[in-house]
């Protein structure tokens, strides 16, 4: 049966409910609004998080087998409503159909192989009158707060961890992409018993009004480092706990024996996927400077050959940015480059005419700016890559490391010991040789700096869901 995706609801006790007053997102690709969903109010908040109480008194105490036969279950629905979510985050967030399905589909991967991962459970002293055990117990009511970039593997990425570990968990969509999520959530009513997986959807005042409640113990939080830090601020009210995946400006060194017509296609699919709006794609590219023009031109000509236009047409690369917002900081960055007097590259490639009435943005290429310029120290979050010459092995590293962020970084090289080197200097969560933006559901993943606190995913982030118990069993 087909997913409704005309029809969406707050997810309440495993309820379909409305709310008096609606609202509606906008499809970036034309400008014209998506359907209504919930304008949810404290009273919703409150009604969510009592029911989220109540099912933690009993879902913390099922067993590991049948919370991960619940998140098998969720897994299995996602994959057979693949086609009508892919179709749906297109719409919402305007990310081409390809990348659309490589998300839902690492979404499915991430439910299943995150409720396979073991927490651990360590005898530290075992004697004939005592024994000592640490172990880890879940925490309570988490909220998951998703981001608009990517909104199905984030969300996932995020309910699995709680649910798996003992939790209940509310999730709040980005108001920009509130759709999926809703539509996970309805998913989960299929899977999990009442109360245990929730979503409200609201406006700019229900992520306050989240991270302020008393009855919610945790949230994870991925979006910007000015709404991270407000996150931050207020749960330290009432000493929530809290893991923060922030934003990025991932620096990447390219040495100088690269085989450069093997590596141009990776670097320029992973410096502007879903059009440079992924916190660890390439923001800053550094080129050693015997090898720059060549592969600048070279890097040039293969973003000339990607498709830019409305996701749903076929062979789109670049589709629009998300937002109003997000279009109008890309274009204050692009202002601010030509003010600057920088040089840069436009590039139309292969691009549909009729774009134009959608947030729109022309992958942009800045060649060689000063590294004291907006574009090198700001996350631009848009299709624009500032690309760099460097000399010096020591200088470049410390470029590289000069930024508030920590995100992820990389170095291309064939001589591996070298690569190696440099790599283990760089100051990041995530650092790669010959490759960029990895993940795994089995891996953790978050920043340093700026970038973030705590990891998400892995045994690590598991953890992140649970309060460490240590047992004094005495057995006489």
């Not at 908040?45 to 009592?50: H, I, M, Q």
């Not at 410096?271 to 720059?292: A, N, P, T």
């Not at 700016?369 to 120290?377: K, M």
């Amino acid at each position: 049966m087909a997913l409704n995706t005309t029809t969406f609801h707050n997810v309440i006790n495993n309820e379909l409910t409305s709310t008096t007053r609606t609202r509606h997102a906008i499809n970036p690709a034309t400008r014209q609004p998506n359907p209504e969903v919930p304008l949810s109010t404290a009273a919703d908040l409150d009604r969510a998080v009592t029911a989220a109480r109540q099912a933690f008194s009993k879902w913390s105490r099922t067993s590991v087998d049948e919370r991960r036969a619940a998140a098998h279950a969720f897994a299995d629905r996602l994959e057979a409503h693949t086609k009508d979510l892919v179709a749906l985050l297109t719409q919402e967030q305007g990310k081409p159909l390809a990348q659309a399905t490589i998300e839902v589909g690492m979404a499915v991967q991430w439910a299943r192989e995150l409720s396979g991962l073991v927490l651990p459970e360590t005898v530290l002293e075992d004697t004939d009158s005592r024994q000592v055990i640490q172990r880890y117990v879940p925490l309570g009511v988490c909220a998951a707060i998703v981001p608009w970039n990517f909104p199905v593997l984030l969300a996932v990425g995020k309910i699995i961890p709680a649910v798996y570990t003992g939790n209940t968990v509310l999730v709040k969509p980005s108001p920009f992409t509130p759709y999926c999520g809703l539509k996970l959530a309805e998913l989960a009513t299929q899977c999990f018993p009442p109360g245990v997986v929730q979503a409200l959807s609201g406006g700019d005042d229900l992520g306050p009004m989240i991270t302020e409640h008393p009855g919610i113990d945790k949230i994870s939080f991925t979006g910007s480092c000015a709404t991270g830090r407000r996150v931050m601020a207020s749960c330290a009210k009432s000493l929530k706990r809290l893991t923060l995946e922030l934003g990025g400006n991932d620096p990447v060194i390219i040495c100088e024996d690269v085989d450069i017509d093997a590596i141009v296609p990776k670097i320029g699919t992973l410096s502007f996927l879903c059009s440079g709006q992924i916190c660890m794609v390439i923001k800053r590219l550094y080129i050693h400077e015997s090898i720059y023009a060549e592969f600048r031109d070279k890097l040039i000509a293969y973003i000339q050959t990607l498709k830019s236009g409305p996701g749903t047409e076929a062979d789109v690369f670049f589709g629009p940015v998300q937002n109003s917002m997000q279009y109008d900081k890309a274009n204050d960055l692009l202002n601010a480059i030509k003010a600057d007097g920088l040089k840069t590259i436009s590039i139309s490639g292969n691009s549909r005419p009729g774009a134009a009435a959608g947030y729109f943005i022309p992958p942009t290429i800045v060649d060689n700016p000063p590294d004291s310029s907006r574009v090198v120290q700001e996350e631009p979050f848009a299709p624009i890559l500032p690309v760099l010459k460097w000399a010096d092995e020591d200088e470049v590293v410390r470029r590289a490391n000069a930024s508030e962020y920590g995100l992820a970084a990389s170095v291309w090289s064939r001589d591996f010991a070298r690569a190696r080197r440099m790599a283990d200097r760089l100051e990041a969560g995530s650092v790669y040789v010959n490759s960029h933006f990895e993940c795994a559901p089995w891996a953790p993943f978050g920043g340093v700096k700026m970038s973030g606190v705590g990891t998400e995913w892995g045994v690590n982030g598991l953890l992140g869901y649970c309060n460490s118990q240590t047992l004094w069993l005495h057995k006489g």
